[in-house]
Every structure is written in structure tokens, then in C-alpha cells.
């Protein structure tokens, strides 16, 4: 596209797209014009196409100064975040209409574009060509887009080595110089090529061809999918149980979300015949962050302020935590007694669980 006569073209844009992301950046940091001639007419032609475009209300709250670069927008079940920062102008998109599986909600998930319904998808992809047409308009556009996930494992793979720093080119591929980086769960060392057995994202067990990646990281295809998995996950012998799922966090994670919904509608036998199912007669204990001034969510990933949420460890588990950071963690136990685990003498105070010491 050309721009009119009487507008000026701007030096180049480069518009990257990756998953329902995209990203529009220019070679001066220094531009102040990003702001007028991108970024502000960008929020205006969405208008116009129907968005609902405010501030975004948590940075409203908390970086006030910076809000002026942060918008939020709503258009039927899609939604989008769009900011300057220095370079780039960058659009978020998600969808209502995609399973949430980031507990933080959907605009935190991956793979958004994929899980979206079918017209949503069609309408974020509109979305990316006008946005590029109309940037076609004011300046020269190179857009590149990475794959998506209808892309050939194999053929991902080979893309992935070609444009990587650190492919060496004798090999076509990254070299692994560690041994730590190829050591596998069952203690082998990994060899590109080779076949392996993995658990796939619902835990169950299948085997796959392994390629490396970078770092300890390795590509593993299996059924026509591509993992990306640190060798540690890898086993180069056949599990003895085929059928026994490998997701013990995740099945756990999920029991104790069923715990946690049980006491809430106060369904105390349904919430006892969970606690035995995860603890038996063990008494649970929590983990209450001080730093945070919230607890622990379970398999310590997250906090909470709801002592209900928070995760349940035994005795153990707990102590194993709060010994590593001793002087931001605490233990509590089922009778609300606070153990701390500071380089002093330790203390045992007692207080109501919400309190940090």
C-alpha cells in the first residue's frame, strides 16, 4: 500500500504475530511520534470497529503514572490489552469462549488462539490484517508471523535450529556440551534421536522421538505432537506400568481445588473423604508467606489470602519449605499454631492463622 500525498511516510515498521499476539516495532526508541501516530489512532480505529476501549483499572490502581500506556478492550466475547512501551505497540487478544486454564484468568493462558472458538479466531485474524493495512498506510511493513499449532512437528523443529544463535552450523543443530542437560529421569544420558517415553499433558505415558533443543531442554515428538520438556522429564526406558498416569502435582493440585470447594458449600463428608484420599490420618499443615502477608496455594505455586484456598502439605513438606526460606515463611497447623524457622532460636507463637508474625 502507498500512503496519501500529503502524509509523510515513516521509516519502516516490523509486525511480529505470534499466537493471538501482535506487536508493532520501529528501530528508534527515541520516536516520540509512536505514541501520536501509532499508538493513539490504533485505539481510535478500534473504536470505530465497535471496541470498548478504557484503562486498564489494575494499573489505574497501582502504576498510575504509567497508566496512559496501558488499555483494555472489549468487543463481544474477545477481548484485548493493548501498550506502549519504549519501541512497540503491542494488541493481546483472548476469548471468553476459550477454556480457562490459567488460574490468574484467560488472557494468561497459552495458546489462545487455538482455544478459541471458530468465529472469535476468524475475528482476531480480521483484527491482525487491518491492523497491518492500516500500517501499510503510514510507513513501509514487514510482517512476520511464527507457526501455528497446525505446523508439522518435524518441520518446527527444523525452523526452530535454522534461525537459532545457537545452532552450530557443522551440526545443523545446538550442541549439548553438559552432561547435566542430557541426563534423563532415569539417570541415562540422552542422545538426539533417540527414543524416549514422556508424560503427556494429561499425564499419560507415551513414546516419542527425542531432538535437542537448548540448555536442558528437549524436543520430543510423539503422535504427531511436539513437546518441549527438560530432560530430567525424559525416560529412555518403558515404564513398567504403561497405564499408571504420571501427573501426581496435578492430580493432587486438582484434589485439593475439590477440598477446598467442598468446605466452602460446607459438605464436610464429601471433605473428609478428600482429606483422606490426600493425607490420610495426617494432619495437614499450611504454609503462610510473611512477605506476602498470604498463604501458599498448593504445590507452592501462588498465594492466597483466603485460608481456605491455601495449600494443605504435610508436616514434612511444610517444614522441608519453610526451612529453605526460613526468614519470609512459617508453618501453621491444623490447631493455628505459627512455627518459624528463622536463623535465631526458633519460635513457636501462637496467633490466629491470618496474623504474620
Known amino acids: 500500500m502507498t500512503a496519501s500525498p500529503s502524509r509523510p511516510m515513516r521509516p519502516a515498521l516490523s509486525v511480529h ?18 505514541r501520536t501516530a501509532i499508538y493513539a489512532p490504533l485505539i481510535r480505529a478500534m473504536t470505530k470497529r465497535g471496541w470498548s476501549i478504557k484503562a486498564d483499572p489494575q494499573v489505574l490502581q497501582h502504576y498510575r503514572s504509567i497508566s496512559r500506556d496501558h488499555r483494555l478492550g472489549t468487543s463481544g466475547t474477545l477481548h484485548c490489552a493493548i501498550r506502549i512501551a519504549g519501541r512497540v505497540v503491542e494488541i493481546e487478544f483472548w476469548s471468553e469462549t476459550a477454556p480457562q486454564i490459567n488460574c490468574n484468568g484467560r488472557r494468561y493462558d497459552s495458546d489462545k488462539l487455538r482455544r478459541m472458538a471458530y468465529l472469535d479466531r476468524l475475528r482476531v ?7 497491518a493495512a492500516w500500517l501499510g498506510t503510514l510507513a513501509p511493513v514487514i510482517v ?6 497446525d505446523e508439522p512437528a518435524l518441520q518446527r523443529i527444523a525452523r526452530g535450529y535454522a534461525e537459532s544463535w545457537h545452532t552450530d552450523k557443522a551440526l545443523g543443530r545446538p550442541r549439548c556440551d553438559y552432561d547435566s542437560n542430557r541426563r534423563s529421569a532415569d539417570g541415562a544420558l540422552l542422545e538426539h534421536g533417540q527414543t524416549v517415553w514422556i508424560a503427556d499433558r494429561r499425564g499419560r ?7 535437542y533443543h537448548i540448555n536442558s531442554m528437549w524436543w520430543v515428538v510423539a503422535g504427531g505432537e511436539l513437546f518441549n520438556q527438560s530432560c530430567g ?22 484434589l485439593e481445588g475439590e477440598l477446598a470447594l467442598a468446605v466452602q458449600r460446607m459438605a464436610f463428608r464429601r471433605a473428609e473423604l478428600l482429606k483422606a484420599i490426600l493425607f490420610g490420618a495426617e494432619p495437614i499443615w499450611m504454609i503462610w508467606a510473611r512477605d506476602k502477608h ?16 491455601a495449600g494443605k502439605y504435610t508436616k514434612a513438606e511444610a517444614e522441608a519449605e519453610c526451612r529453605r ?10 490447631d493455628g499454631v505459627h512455627v518459624r524457622f528463622d536463623p535465631k532460636p526458633a519460635q513457636i507463637c501462637a496467633g490466629q492463622a491470618g496474623v504474620a508474625a
Open 17 to 34: 504475530i505470534h499466537d493471538a499476539h501482535l506487536g508493532i516495532w520501529q528501530d528508534n526508541a527515541n520516536d516520540p511520534t509512536l
Open 125 to 131: 485474524e480480521l483484527e491482525f490484517r487491518r491492523v
Open 144 to 149: 512476520s508471523r511464527t507457526a501455528g499449532p
Open 205 to 211: 505415558i507415551v513414546r516419542g522421538t527425542a531432538y
Open 233 to 254: 522429564s525424559l525416560h529412555t526406558s518403558q515404564p513398567a506400568d504403561l497405564r499408571a498416569k504420571l501427573n501426581t502435582r496435578a492430580r493432587r493440585k486438582r
Open 294 to 309: 498470604a498463604w501458599y496455594r498448593a504445590q507452592y505455586q501462588g498465594y492466597t489470602d483466603d485460608r481456605i484456598s
Open 325 to 334: 526460606v526460613p526468614h519470609e515463611l512459617e508453618m501453621v497447623g491444623p
